[in-house]
């Protein structure tokens, strides 16, 4: 059984930084393509990154050069570095096992909240 548990949300200012985490157990992580997507309120939940076994990643346009996603395959984590955060990256952030760069396998964790507000 594949558990991911998100990590690092909360509240933080417009222009400030957050870092996420997930931990990953139940499977071979280091040879698991992961990502991390997000669902705002009345929005669907859309991919911001993902990092393959190699560390080669994608990010969306909407949070390219303010948001780093990397990946700890020793602690089996994979983290969201976010960065001049703005209030339209108010959501849930969920990270996920992916199939590909851009496909999740549909597994999910929890998710962690994080709200941008001054």
């Known amino acids: 059984q594949v558990q991911l548990v998100e990590s690092g949300g909360g509240l933080v200012q417009p222009g400030g930084s957050l870092r996420l985490s997930c931990a990953a157990s139940?499977?071979?992580?280091?040879?698991?393509?992961m990502g991390w997507y997000r669902q705002a309120p009345g929005k669907q939940r859309e991919l911001v990154a993902s990092?393959?076994?190699?560390?080669?990643?994608y990010t969306a346009d909407s949070v390219k050069g303010r948001f780093t996603i990397s990946r700890d395959n020793a602690k089996n984590t994979v983290y969201l570095q976010m960065n001049s955060v703005k209030p339209e990256d108010t959501a849930v952030y969920h990270c996920?096992?992916?199939?590909?760069?851009?496909?999740?396998?549909?597994?999910w964790g929890p998710g962690t909240q994080v709200t941008v507000s001054s």
């Open positions: 996920s096992r992916m199939v590909s760069w851009s496909v999740s396998l549909g597994s």
């Open positions: 990092i393959n076994s190699g560390g080669i990643t």
């Open positions: 139940g499977t071979i992580f280091s040879m698991t393509t």
